[in-house]
């Protein structure tokens, strides 16, 4: 069933009108005041339709999106590599639609973004006190994350450099607009923050307002995006802005395809626009970095949505943004016939293609390695082969990532040495999301590797951290340092997590730092973990050869 066009938001899915799904007609119905039809909404109503998009998004995603997945194994211009992750991806999607393990372990920090008409009016909550509208909303996100494998990744700071894990993913992010009408529109996103953190924000001139500079420009600050966020990506590019937030504002709306119905040239009032011509262009340049999905190839992006706002005579905001192969964004509202939310793919595995078109188009040379050997022997091995090289992992992997890491420097600040299992055995850079009752492991994927760039060295020069296993592209420092004593850094699928725990995780126990929850240090069981060569011992980096 569709909803009626009355106060339509923009659409997500371009032209095409968003198919919603009721799921309630409880706690909403009509009035009047001074000759108008109000609709009453409980507090209860923003609690359900916010746990069950935020459910939603964890594990099902836009038909379009699965589509594109699906082009890249059609599409003759894509590496094997490309191929590869589009497959693994379109696994992970039928993995997580069985509604146990999400799609991503970042589950991220929840988003409403709301259009409030001035005919909704929120009533009391069932004890008859007044509630905000954000709480109840946030009432509903707590809940989603409390009742279902999902991550807890919000710190709260104790002091100004102490902070604690919330342990229920608030505070969400919630901004309301009131707008006219007698709807309450929702755009729901929980955004990773591996993908919120490749947002940038440039301060340009009018300089840059002509086809050579920006085609210049966007050459330039592409390459900053890196694969840490999980492409083929949907990105988003928005020139101008009437201040800084407000253009950042637009960059995740765009990101989101939230925009996708705005005006395709510019009616000369200073209304937001679209302009294809610009996004074809930066499209192209995105398949001309050669970083593909993730490995090298083409399938940088997805897409690409470049707006155009009115600017300040002396100011030219320029964002640029992401969402990542883990797009997370749905539409829900709540209008005088009941609660709505938009309907997402449920059968992903129609998107695969025959089991034997899969081999062949993922065909490349596997090289297993047996992690329960001496690293000494695995650096041998890792030798043998050129960066690019596909590995299957099997053995003793120790996880550990951002404090994990910083409570080891602080020891060795301190004279103390670091464990033996950093010397001993490959290093993770992962936080799991919750461990579903009957399985091995929760959602598993890596975490971005950059965010430990400033410990390699150190590490590396004690005999420790010399065969390391994440996701995104590292710095020049990391591959000095491999090539100096010896190490590698090694690549895993990004956005792929429920796979991995799925197919790749045979046990998960932790080992230090049990207080830190998800950033414990763990020691985890795999076997035939798909992992490529990034950062060899003799200097080479698969992204800058």
Known sequence: MTVPDHNTPPQALGPHETVYDLISQSDVSCGSYAGRTMVHVKPQALTLLAEAAVVAVSHFYRTSHLQQLSNILNDEEASDNDR?????????????????????QDTGTAIVMAKKGQQIWLDSDPEGAAMSDQ?????GIAAAFANHNLRYSQLLPVTFFEEKNS????????????????????????KGG??????FLFQETKALLNPASLREFMKAKLPLLGVSACPP???AVVVGGTSAEANLKMVKLASAHYLDNLPLQSDGSGAAFRDPAVEAEILALTQELGMGAQFGGKYFAHDVRVVRLPRHGASCPVGIGVSCSADRNILGRIDR?????ERLEHNPARFLPQQGLISSQTAAAVIPVDLRQPISAIRELLSRYPVTTRLALSGPII??????????????DAGEPLPDFFHHHIIYYAGP????????SGSFGPTTAGRMDSYVELFQSHGASLIMLAKGNRSDAVTRSCQRYGGFYLGSIGGAAAQLAQQSIRKVEVIAFPELGMEAIYRIEVENFPAFIVVDDKGNDLYHP
């Open 167 to 190: 342990g229920n993913n608030l505070p969400a992010q919630i901004d309301i607009e009131a707008t006219v009408g007698d709807s309450y529109d929702f755009l729901f996103i929980t």
């Open 399 to 412: 996880v550990a990532r951002d404090i994990a890491h910083a409570k080891l420097k602080a020891c060795l």
């Open 135 to 139: 709480a109840a909303l946030s009432s």
């Open 84 to 104: 590869f992750v589009a497959t693994e991806l379109l696994k992970n999607a039928v993995i997580a639609a069985q509604g146990v393990l999400p799609g991503c």
């Open 337 to 341: 016939q009941g609660i709505w939310l």
């Open 433 to 440: 999301a919750k461990q579903p009752d009957g399985l091995p």
């Open 194 to 199: 591996g993908s919120a953190n490749k947002t």
């Open 233 to 235: 990506y949907h990105l």
